[in-house]
């Protein structure tokens, strides 16, 4: 069993950047997929990034390549997404994820532990 929990989010303007945390309960996090996904309010929740146990081999949905930088340290039981250039349709809540991904990395039913979600919200 893994718990999750997010921090960082807050409110900053077009072209800002912020850093989300995440913080995972004793268990075999290290064994885990890590990823983030979004829901902006009326929307489905999104895939955003996810990296393997090892740190490796990054992946990332379309809309934030080039912006965003997901990262973790198996360490301290921490994962990370640094957000930079964020633009209003970034807006959302954004998740925390962890699981043995055996399929499509960006499809959530692969995820089998959430956390509650951290706001970010961007301004024009």
């Known amino acids: 069993q893994v718990q999750l929990a997010e921090s960082g989010g807050g409110l900053v303007q077009a072209g800002g950047s912020l850093r989300l945390s995440c913080a995972a309960s004793?268990?075999?996090?290290?064994?885990?997929?890590m990823a983030w996904f979004r829901q902006a309010p009326g929307k489905e929740r999104e895939f955003v990034a996810a990296i393997s146990w090892s740190g490796s081999n990054p992946y990332y949905g379309d809309s934030v390549k080039g912006r965003f930088t997901i990262s973790r340290d198996n360490a301290k039981n921490a994962g990370y997404l640094q957000m930079n250039s964020l633009e209003p349709e970034d807006t959302a809540v954004y998740y925390c994820a962890a699981g043995r991904v055996l399929g499509s990395k960006s499809n959530r039913n692969e995820y089998n532990y959430w956390g509650q979600g951290t706001q970010v919200t961007v301004s024009s």
């Open positions: 004793r268990g075999f996090w290290s064994a885990y997929y």
